[in-house]
């Protein structure tokens, strides 16, 4: 089998690409790191620095959080046409990015911002959960991950672009940074107008796989939640590593933007540089290599590998922040890009090797609601562990970043428990051959 796409699938590959670029600029604005820098620079002094760092710590894990209610844009997305709720969806996410431009200096202008911030995310997890079922059904599992990677990298451009320009305007013009957000929403509009040109292939099958698989009632709920992780032992333990694992990516990156402007003193620009810029731009450059992983066998397998990158990052900043050598940060803000471009594929594509075609938003849905649940508790914890040890020592809110590295241990030692397990299954059904 050739292991180039065909004709067809670049075809609707090259539909989508223009729009998930364009909203990738918008999407860059509520991007955990740069939302939070953004917050963090903007309004200090208008509240307590208690009350910034928690805002900071919601706006962080608003890309997570507002997975918690996934399951109500599967049920949305249930038996209806892909491509206009799409357009609908995108065009309501860009309208919300552009009217974040438009909150004021004060306290009610923050509680604005961080609301804002977590409505717009809570349409992109809506997109997010509607575009899985797209790409499963366009793109065959053999170039699911290349196709899927590619888009990836358009968007991830996107938000790096967007990232940079936050970056500059924090440095030169400060009380400008709302221009951003009006300008990004309008290029979000334009994405949701070049969305229409997609097309879902043999969608009437995707639709009737959905039907038979479960029925004319809700195709998620808390209940099927609980279900298929009672029925799916092999995805439960998969989602028990997941939660422990991804829990301690969440918390950690409020954490840096607090440890970067308290305690380092680092500008604007070269933390927008350190936490956004270095981790995107490295998107373009691992996606290929991992989705040539992703591609060549089990999702299991293919995190039990992955997972280690993740972790060094973690710890080179962690370095970084006790001894203040900026080569560690750097260092670290490389690895967070390779882990991410990583991460990217296996969090949009994992659950495909576990569901069958009816059941894959499904399985979906259990993927981001459980990641909304970290995102609803995970950065919170982590700010709230800085704040209680700073409150005891000056200085020691730093400690705090051993809390997510023991976490992404903790979750990287589970997939290679997962990945041995299942290498030995394999091994002895192959035996009684």
Not at 75 to 92: E, F, I, P, T, Y
Not at 167 to 179: F, R, S, V
Not at 191 to 202: F, I, N, S
């Amino acid at each position: 089998m050739s292991t180039r796409p065909t004709a067809q699938v670049e075809a609707l590959y090259k539909r989508e690409a223009a729009a998930w670029g364009l909203v990738g600029l918008a999407l860059g604005l509520v991007e955990g790191a740069t939302a939070a820098i953004l917050l963090k620079k903007g309004y200090a002094g208008v509240v307590s620095p208690r009350q910034v760092n928690l805002a900071v710590a919601f706006v962080s894990g608003a890309p997570a959080l507002s997975n918690v209610v996934s399951f109500l844009w599967a049920n949305l997305a249930h038996g209806r046409a892909r491509v206009q709720l799409m357009v609908g969806l995108l065009a309501a996410f860009s309208l919300l990015v552009g009217l974040l431009g438009l909150a004021p200096h004060s306290p009610a202008g923050l509680i604005f911002l961080v609301v804002g911030v977590i409505a717009a995310r809570v349409l992109w997890a809506g997109i997010l959960t509607v575009r899985a079922s797209i790409w499963t059904a366009n793109y065959p599992r053999q170039w699911l991950a290349q196709i899927t990677g590619r888009m990836v990298v358009v968007a991830a451009l996107g938000i790096a672009a967007a990232a940079v320009l936050a970056g500059l305007l924090l440095e030169w013009a400060p009380q400008q940074t709302h221009w951003l957000y009006l300008g990004a929403g309008l290029l979000g509009a334009l994405a949701a107008w070049l969305y229409r040109l997609t097309r879902v292939r043999r969608e009437y099958q995707l639709l009737a796989a959905e039907v038979q698989a479960v029925g004319e009632t809700a195709v998620f709920s808390l209940g099927v939640l609980r279900q298929i992780l009672r029925d799916d032992p092999q995805y439960r333990r998969f989602m028990f590593w997941m939660g422990l694992y991804g829990a301690g990516n969440l918390m950690v990156g409020a954490q840096l933007v607090i440890v970067f402007t308290d305690h380092l003193h680092l500008s604007s620009s070269v933390q927008i540089a350190l936490l956004s810029v270095v981790p995107l731009l490295c998107v373009p450059l691992f996606t290929p290599m991992w989705a040539r992983l992703f591609d060549g066998g089990h999702v299991i397998d293919y995190r039990a590998r992955q997972c280690w990158a993740l972790v060094l990052g973690i710890a080179l900043m962690t370095a970084g922040a006790f001894s203040h050598y900026l080569v560690c940060l750097w260092l670290g803000a490389l690895m967070f890009g390779v882990a991410t471009a990583g991460a990217n594929l296996g969090w949009n594509l994992g659950h495909s090797d576990f569901a069958s075609l009816g059941k894959m938003q499904q399985y979906m849905g259990v993927n981001v609601t459980l990641t909304g649940l970290r995102g609803l508790v995970a950065p919170q914890i982590g700010v709230l562990v800085y704040e209680w040890l700073d409150s005891l020592w000056a200085g020691a809110g730093r400690w705090s970043l051993l809390l997510p590295l023991a976490m992404t241990v903790a979750g990287a030692i589970g997939f290679n428990q997962m990945r041995e397990a299942r290498t030995s299954h394999a091994a002895q059904t192959k035996a009684q051959l």
